[in-house]
C-alpha cells in the first residue's frame, strides 16, 4: 500500500510562513510528479504547485513569488515554503503524487489527507 501523509499545517499572521510537507510511504517503486492542492468549502479543489520528477515546477498565478515547491527524492518528500501568507490562502492543503507502485506497471493519483492552513490575526 501507498500513502501520504503531511505535516506543516496551523494558524499563521498575515505576513507569516509555514512549510508543509508530505512524506510518500509504501510499495513504491517510483515517484513522478508531486505537489500540493488546495480546498476551501463549497469549492473545487485547486492546483497550487506541482514538481515533475525532472524538477519543473508550476505554480498558480495567486502564489508565484510567494510560495515554493520543492522536493527530496532520497526521502519520497515534497515540500511548500509559503511566504508572505494572507487570508486568501486559507484553506485545506492537500498533497498530491503520481506513483507507480511495486508489481505494477501503471502510475495512480494518490492523495494525502489535507493539513490544515489558516492565516489570521
Same mark, same amino acid.
Given at each position: $500500500?501507498? *500513502?501520504?501523509? +503531511? !505535516?506543516?499545517?496551523?494558524?499563521? $499572521? /498575515? &505576513?507569516?510562513?509555514?512549510?508543509?510537507?508530505?512524506?510518500? !510511504?509504501?510499495?513504491?517503486?517510483?515517484?513522478?510528479?508531486?505537489?500540493?492542492?488546495? $480546498? %476551501? /468549502?463549497? =469549492?473545487?479543489?485547486?492546483?497550487?504547485?506541482?514538481?515533475?520528477?525532472?524538477?519543473?515546477?508550476? #505554480?498558480?498565478? !495567486?502564489? =508565484? &513569488?510567494?510560495? @515554493?515547491?520543492?522536493?527530496?527524492?532520497? =526521502?519520497?518528500?515534497?515540500?511548500? *515554503?509559503?511566504?508572505?501568507?494572507?487570508? +486568501?490562502?486559507?484553506?485545506? #492543503?492537500?498533497?498530491?503524487?503520481?506513483? @507507480? /507502485? %511495486?508489481? !505494477?506497471? @501503471? =502510475?495512480?493519483?494518490?492523495?494525502?489527507?489535507? %493539513? $490544515?492552513? %489558516?492565516?489570521?490575526?
Amino acid at each position: $500500500q501507498v *500513502q501520504l501523509v +503531511e !505535516s506543516g499545517g496551523g494558524l499563521v $499572521q /498575515p &505576513g507569516g510562513s509555514l512549510r508543509l510537507s508530505c512524506a510518500a !510511504s509504501g510499495s513504491i517503486f517510483s515517484i513522478y510528479a508531486m505537489g500540493w492542492y488546495r $480546498q %476551501t /468549502p463549497g =469549492k473545487q479543489r485547486d492546483l497550487v504547485a506541482t514538481i515533475t520528477s525532472g524538477g519543473s515546477t508550476n #505554480y498558480r498565478d !495567486s502564489v =508565484k &513569488g510567494r510560495f @515554493t515547491v520543492s522536493r527530496d527524492d532520497a =526521502k519520497n518528500t515534497v515540500y511548500l *515554503q509559503m511566504n508572505n501568507l494572507g487570508p +486568501e490562502d486559507t484553506a485545506l #492543503y492537500y498533497c498530491y503524487s503520481e506513483i @507507480t /507502485p %511495486t508489481r !505494477s506497471r @501503471t =502510475k495512480y493519483a494518490y492523495w494525502g489527507q489535507g %493539513t $490544515q492552513v %489558516t492565516v489570521s490575526s
